[in-house]
């Protein structure tokens, strides 16, 4: 079984596993505001994990970089993409530990990605998870460790609780462009919200909208972070971040999946980005970026 490192913030309380390095539980009180799963897994839906080097798919698990065409692992199967990177199962290493009795604590991890099919770059990853009584802050950064340009994204997939049933959410999602898919789930157009069913600028209810789009055209409130907001029955949490570093953001309803739970993924960039382009990093050898994102009881 992977390490478990605990973590408390005043009535705040998270453990991280080394495994994915992912966010396996966070309470507020006695309240759960993220779906957990147990310590030996398996992880469900990819609750909790880091997303990269790119979020979402990679469509037909192939794209061109460098001159080169590059093919992926499918992991979609039913579709047959590349699905959420390459560390979603990865083993991670914790290089820092701290916990301050009930008032603040957190842990760094370090992963590697090593050249591999379909991707054959050195990114360093380190992931640091820093919790108090305002929240779980969470960061990564990721350096070029190789001697060429390598295509880049991230993003992040916790499934935020506020109950039993989504339908019974409360939703705000402060964008103004909706990114629409084809049958595969690939991009298709990027339309305005207004109109269509996927406009949660005003909280409203889910009900029986299904959503698993990409959103963007984020609008922060006054003290320039993005909050995507759920409220249920069992109370309300929120996901804010800096829209400039993650200007995307996917909302899974997970309609038909029998998952409790929103998904609120904030991201680099857009589904397929690989090969559209759209929002790619391309990081040069030597080269970091940062993305960070805090979830909190609202």
Request: proline share 7%; hydrophobic share 40%; aromatic share 8%.
């Amino acid at each position: 079984m992977s390490r478990q490192f605990t973590l408390r913030g005043g009535d705040m309380h998270a453990e991280i596993s080394e495994r994915a390095a992912a966010l396996r539980v966070l309470r507020h009180g006695g309240r759960d505001l993220v779906t957990g799963w147990p310590a030996g897994g398996p992880i469900p839906h990819y609750s909790g994990t880091l997303l990269a080097p790119w979020p979402n798919r990679a469509g037909g698990a192939r794209y061109a970089f460098g001159g080169r065409t590059h093919r992926l692992p499918v992991n979609e199967e039913s579709l047959g993409h590349a699905l959420h990177g390459l560390v979603a199962e990865a083993g991670w290493r914790a290089v820092e530990w701290l916990s301050v009795e009930d008032e603040h604590g957190f842990v760094r991890l370090a992963h590697t990605i090593t050249p591999s099919p379909g991707y054959p770059f050195t990114i360093a990853l380190r992931v640091l998870y820093s919790l108090t009584s305002d929240g779980l802050t969470t960061t990564l950064t990721a350096e070029n460790a190789g001697d060429e340009a390598a295509p880049y994204g991230c993003g992040a997939h916790p499934w935020l609780l506020a109950g039993d049933s989504v339908e019974e959410y409360e939703l705000r999602v402060p964008a103004r462009r909706v990114l629409l898919t084809d049958d595969l789930l690939l991009p298709r157009s990027l339309e305005d919200v207004s109109g269509t069913p996927y406009d949660f600028r005003t909280p409203r209810a889910v009900g029986g909208t299904a959503v698993d789009h990409a959103f963007t055209g984020l609008v922060a409130d006054a003290d320039g972070l993005v909050r995507v907001r759920v409220s249920g029955p069992d109370g309300g949490v929120e996901l804010r971040w800096d829209a400039a570093a993650l200007p995307w953001v996917q909302v899974c309803t997970g309609t038909g999946l029998g998952h409790r739970g929103l998904a609120v993924e904030p991201m680099t960039c857009p589904p397929d980005a690989f090969n559209s382009g759209t929002g790619l990093i391309v990081l040069q050898p030597g080269g970091k970026v940062e993305t960070s994102w805090t979830i909190a009881p609202c």
